[in-house]
T-cell receptor
Framework: KQEVTQIPAALSVPEGENLVLNCSFT??????LQWFRQDPGKGLTSLLL?????REQTSGRLNASLDKSSGRSTLYIAASQPGDSATYLC?????????????FGKGTTLSVSS | KAGVTQTPRYLIKTRGQQVTLSCSPI?????VSWYQQTPGQGLQFLFE???????NKGNFPGRFSGRQFSNSRSEMNVSTLELGDSALYLC????????????FGQGTRLTVV
């Protein structure tokens, strides 16, 4: 059974720091992995999608990597800003086809102080 | 292009009642999934519909049901509400012909009293 873990559960950093959020999963057989951002009481905003054949994806100040063999993904945020404060969720789509459901970690709540 | 739209945004219901939530996917997306989010359990998958057919179902009791219409809009119904059904219900749509990236709506906050 696929399980997704995100450590740490919470992180506080000063503005301008580069930081890394971690995501680990127990079964390397995944179709893709997606990183989301969630603001309090709101829905999920998709940040990056990494297909199983890819090693990384970049969007602006965000870079996500995927190492299927070790069951790990990282989300790198460069030059953090107070507006980056939110909960970041990692989700994997298990198996080798697109028809499976996303399995989510519990998230990392990031607080960036000015 | 409009995003995923969920209505209503907030609902307060009494134990034993039933409720219907609605989700309109991104234009052209035929897959709609529903998730429940609670502080204790996090995000859990309820079910997925594609072309009006349920193609995948999570581990929830039969009180939770859904359907999808020919225009891909989806509804989720919860009957005989329990206090533990209080949660944020999120809907996601995706285009299975493309990269299958999931896009979520703002959610419906259901409170059962």
């Amino acid at each position: 059974k696929q399980e997704v873990t995100q450590i740490p559960a919470a992180l506080s950093v000063p503005e301008g720091e580069n930081l890394v959020l971690n995501c680990s999963f127990t079964d390397s057989a995944i179709y893709n992995l997606q990183w989301f951002r969630q603001d309090p009481g709101k829905g999920l905003t998709s940040l990056l999608l990494i297909q199983s054949s890819q090693r990384e994806q970049t969007s602006g100040r965000l870079n996500a990597s995927l190492d299927k063999s070790s069951g790990r993904s990282t989300l790198y945020i460069a030059a953090s800003q107070p507006g980056d404060s939110a909960t970041y969720l990692c989700a994997v789509r298990p198996g080798n086809q697109a028809g499976t459901a996303l399995i989510f970690g519990k998230g990392t709540t990031l607080s960036v102080s000015s | 292009k409009a995003g995923v739209t969920q209505t209503p945004r907030y609902l307060i219901k009494t134990r034993g009642q039933q409720v219907t939530l609605s989700c309109s996917p991104i234009s052209g997306h035929r897959s709609v999934s529903w998730y429940q989010q609670t502080p204790g359990q996090g995000l859990q998958f309820l079910f997925e519909y594609f072309s009006e057919t349920q193609r995948n179902k999570g581990n929830f009791p039969g009180r939770f049901s859904g359907r999808q219409f020919s225009n891909s809009r989806s509804e989720m119904n919860v009957s005989t509400l329990e206090l533990g059904d209080s949660a944020l219900y999120l809907c996601a749509s995706r285009d299975l012909r493309a990269n299958t990236e999931a896009f979520f709506g703002q959610g419906t906050r259901l409170t059962v009293v």
